[in-house]
């Protein structure tokens, strides 16, 4: 599980390492909550790729996006709060392997 949180004028990013793949089979990035919150846009390229090849914002509650980790990166943009004074967006990520 990870929670962001952002309060007032600051962002905060969801993930901090930027673009990246896991080093895994498979990624699952399930969007458990998510309260006040502007950006945490989704992007998933092909490894190496200028452009994503899906872009999303996860917005409601079971949401998930399953890449495969060993083919493609991802990022999230960070977020901000918008509508209330703190943003907040819980992910669960599931990473494995085949064997």
């Not at 599980?1 to 990035?29: C, F, N, Q, W």
């Not at 458990?32 to 092909?46: F, K, M, Q, T």
């Not at 083919?71 to 967006?89: C, D, F, K, N, Y």
Request: a negative charge.
């Amino acid at each position: 599980m990870i929670r962001i949180l952002a309060t007032g004028d600051e962002t905060s990013a969801p993930a901090p390492e930027g673009r990246h793949s896991d080093g895994h089979d498979y990624v699952i990035m399930h969007l458990i909550n998510r309260e006040h919150c502007a950006g945490g846009v989704s992007r998933v390229y092909r490894k190496g790729a200028g452009r994503p090849e899906a872009e999303t914002t996860l917005t409601e509650p079971m949401q998930t996006i399953v890449i495969d980790d060993r083919l493609m990166e991802h990022e999230v943009t960070p977020i901000s709060p918008s509508g209330g004074p703190r943003a907040v967006r819980d992910m669960m990520i599931v990473d494995f392997d085949r064997e």
